[in-house]
């Protein structure tokens, strides 16, 4: 996990400070979110780690969770500095607005990549039994339960970007979040509403502003 933070304070509205998510070049997360964090914004850059083989060695890497996504806070009223940064494409939006990503979906993807268990890229997994963690690093964390074989992973997704991670955990450390309680969490369709656009269609179903749209 890489999270770069501005030493810069000050008290602005939740949009203004809340996390949005920027799309960019491929390969290129890691050089975005450093030069981000030169322009002092608070940035995090999930990773996990993959071995690569090829035929004379192997080599264990640090990859994006979210393959050309970085997540920085605060970049809603310095969209100019955001989009001019070399590498950014685009800025996720829902209708008009830039898209918040919420606290809570940030904070559970911290805890999972500071833990000691494994975690990778699942396939944008919404509908399923939801459990809340009970101990260990994920406490207090809820995800979707889903079983492999002998394994058990808790799916956490990013609603707003239509992905998904899976972490390893036990099956006895979870318990089923209530009725009730998951109908509450369950967000709705979060591209309901949203205007079509013909670019839509390559990234996932998202919308988003390229950086010329956003800077006119």
Known sequence: ?????????????ADATGWCALYTRSRHEKAVAEMLAAKEFEVFLPLYESIRRWKDRKMLL??????CYVFVRGGVYRRLDVLTTPGVHMVLLRGERVAIIPESEIQALRKAVEGPSRIEPHPFLKCGERVRVTRGSLEGVEGVLVRKKNLCRLVLSVDMMAQSVA???DASDVEPVSAR?????????PFVG???TPQMAHDG?????TREELIA
């Open 1 to 13: 996990m890489l999270t770069l933070q501005s030493t810069n304070g000050g008290t602005e509205d």
């Open 62 to 67: 640090a990859l994006p969770l979210f393959p």
């Open 167 to 169: 972490v390893e955990i």
């Open 181 to 189: 309680s998951a109908s509450g969490l369950l967000p709705a369709d």
């Open 194 to 196: 949203v205007r079509k």
């Open 205 to 209: 179903g998202r919308e988003v502003r």
